[in-house]
C-alpha cells in the first residue's frame, strides 16, 4: 500500500526514490558559499593593483590571491596583513559568478568621495557629469577615458548610479583610485552651483543645433551626458549652458555612452 508521501508525489506526478522521498530529494543542490556582495569587491589584477598603490585606501578588509598572484603582490607593495592564498575556484566563490578575477580579488576599505567645491575652474579643466547613467561597464568605462585625458572629476547622482568597485572597477581597470569622484543628490543644483564658480556646462544631445567641437572654447567645462536609453534628462539639460551633439556623418544616430564620452573628452582635449 502507498505511502501519503507516495500518494502525493504520484498526484503532482513526482518520481519516487528509495523509500518514498522524491526522485534527487536526498542530495540537495550543493550552494555557493556565502560571498560579500558584489559591490563590496575589486577584482581583476589592474583594479586591485591600483587600489592597494593609493595611500588614500585603508587597510584592506579582505585580499585573496593565488601564490602566484601573491608573490607579485609582495613583490610590489612588501607583505600585507591580511592577505590570504586561495586557488582560483576559492576566490571565485567569494565573488559574483561571472567575475573573472585574475587570481586577486580585494575588498577595499572604502574611498573618501570629492566635494563638487574643491573642482577649480581652471583654463582648460574638464568635469564629466553623469546623468543616471546605471550600467557598471559604461561608468567604469568612463572613468577610464577620464583619466586617460587627465579630468578634474567625474560627479555622478547618489541614487542613479552604481558603486565603485565590482564590476565597475573591473572595467575601470584601476581609474577608480585616479580620478576624483564626486556624488549629489540632484544634478541640476549642481550644475547651478558649478557655472555660479565659474564652470560652463555643455550637455551632450543628439538634437543640438551644434557640434562640440564648435562649442568647446577652453573655458572651464563641465560635459554632461545622459543615461543610455533616454539621453539627457529634459531639467537636467535646461540647467546646462548650451547643448552640443557629435557630428556622425555616416547616418547612424546614436553611440554607447562610453564612446560619446571618450570622444568628446578627446575633443575637449584639443588646444584651443
Request: glycine residues 10%; aromatic residues 4%; contains cysteine.
Amino acid at each position: 500500500m502507498a505511502s501519503p508521501t507516495e500518494r502525493n508525489d504520484a498526484r503532482k506526478g513526482r518520481k519516487s526514490g528509495p523509500k518514498g522521498r522524491p526522485q534527487g530529494a536526498g542530495h540537495p543542490r550543493p550552494q555557493r558559499p556565502h560571498a560579500a556582495p558584489a559591490d563590496d569587491w575589486i577584482w581583476g589584477w589592474h583594479a586591485v593593483e591600483a587600489a592597494l598603490a593609493n595611500p588614500a585606501r585603508g587597510t584592506p578588509i579582505r585580499l585573496l590571491a593565488t601564490p602566484e598572484k601573491a608573490r607579485q603582490i609582495e613583490a610590489r607593495f612588501g607583505r600585507q596583513k591580511g592577505l590570504e592564498i586561495a586557488d582560483a575556484h576559492h576566490i571565485g566563490n567569494a565573488l559574483p559568478q561571472s567575475a573573472v578575477h585574475q587570481g586577486v580579488a580585494l575588498r577595499p576599505a572604502p574611498l573618501d568621495e570629492a566635494d563638487i567645491a574643491d573642482f577649480e575652474p581652471t583654463p582648460g579643466a574638464v568635469l564629466l557629469v553623469l546623468d543616471q547613467v546605471t550600467d557598471p561597464q559604461n561608468v567604469g568605462a568612463i572613468l577610464r577615458s577620464a583619466a586617460a585625458f587627465g579630468v578634474a572629476g567625474v560627479i555622478l547622482q547618489e541614487r542613479h548610479a552604481p558603486r565603485l568597485a565590482g564590476a565597475l572597477a573591473k572595467a575601470a581597470a584601476g581609474a577608480v583610485e585616479k580620478t576624483p569622484i564626486a556624488r549629489v543628490v540632484n544634478l541640476s543644483r549642481a550644475l547651478d552651483e558649478l557655472t555660479t564658480a565659474g564652470w560652463r556646462a555643455v550637455g551632450l544631445a543628439g538634437e543640438a543645433e551644434r557640434g562640440l567641437h564648435d562649442v568647446l572654447d577652453g573655458a572651464p567645462t563641465v560635459l554632461v551626458l545622459g543615461s543610455e536609453g533616454e539621453g539627457l534628462r529634459r531639467l537636467v539639460a535646461e540647467h546646462c549652458d548650451e547643448l552640443a551633439k557629435i557630428p556622425m556623418p555616416g547616418g547612424f544616430e546614436s553611440l554607447n555612452v562610453s564612446a560619446a564620452a571618450a570622444i568628446a573628452l578627446y575633443e575637449a582635449a584639443r588646444p584651443r
